[in-house]
């Protein structure tokens, strides 16, 4: 191979490997941008952060599948209720990692309970609990999330 060959690949490896990083960062970051907006309570800073094709591969009785159309509209609608419901929310990190595009992360959650949750009429509750996700990311938004909430652990902190 000669030296400008050389210098060419070099070149190209290196914007490969500094792409790479960038959406490694981008994956790094979502478990801050995700907690911030929910405890700010910015909704619209929080549906920025997903694309518009995003897929949800989590199912529960809490978030029934849906089609992948509203699967954007169908979580932010979801996190809404949970920002509304609840006084004071906060939501920290408790444990974050990310190895290139994807990232995962435990969750802590608190908050008084001030509005209709789960179908249970407020109680003035402060509720703690913790979900873990795993996020894809491309181009800094969320494009696919696989996880599981403490639902049940809601559900007996509400009815107390």
Same mark, same amino acid.
């Given at each position: 191979?000669?030296?400008?060959?050389?210098?060419?690949?070099?070149?190209?490896?290196?914007?490969?490997?500094?792409?790479?990083?960038?959406?490694?960062?981008?994956? =790094?970051?979502?478990?801050? !941008?995700?907690? +911030?907006? #929910?405890?700010? /309570? @910015?909704?619209? *800073?929080?549906?920025?952060?997903?694309?518009?094709?995003?897929?949800?591969?989590?199912?529960?009785?809490?978030?029934?599948?849906?089609?992948?159309?509203?699967?954007?509209?169908?979580?932010?609608?979801?996190?809404?209720?949970?920002?509304?419901?609840? =006084?004071?929310?906060?939501? !920290?990190?408790? +444990?974050? #990692?990310?190895? /290139? @595009?994807?990232? *995962?992360?435990?969750?802590?959650?608190?908050?008084?309970?001030?509005?209709?949750?789960?179908?249970?009429?407020?109680?003035?509750?402060?509720?703690?609990?913790?979900?873990?996700?795993?996020?894809?990311?491309?181009?800094?938004?969320?494009?696919?999330?696989?996880?599981?909430?403490?639902?049940?652990?809601?559900?007996?902190?509400?009815?107390?």
């Amino acid at each position: 191979m000669d030296r400008r060959s050389l210098l060419v690949s070099s070149l190209f490896a290196g914007a490969a490997l500094a792409a790479g990083e960038a959406h490694a960062q981008d994956a =790094a970051d979502i478990p801050k !941008r995700f907690a +911030a907006t #929910l405890s700010a /309570g @910015d909704m619209q *800073a929080f549906a920025a952060l997903f694309a518009d094709d995003y897929v949800n591969h989590q199912v529960s009785a809490a978030a029934p599948a849906r089609a992948s159309a509203f699967a954007k509209q169908a979580t932010v609608s979801f996190f809404t209720q949970r920002v509304e419901a609840l =006084a004071h929310l906060r939501v !920290r990190i408790e +444990a974050s #990692l990310a190895q /290139g @595009d994807l990232c *995962a992360a435990s969750f802590r959650y608190e908050g008084v309970h001030r509005a209709v949750y789960y179908g249970v009429a407020p109680t003035g509750r402060k509720l703690r609990f913790t979900s873990c996700d795993i996020f894809k990311v491309v181009d800094g938004k969320i494009v696919e999330h696989w996880g599981m909430g403490d639902i049940a652990g809601v559900l007996a902190q509400l009815k107390g």
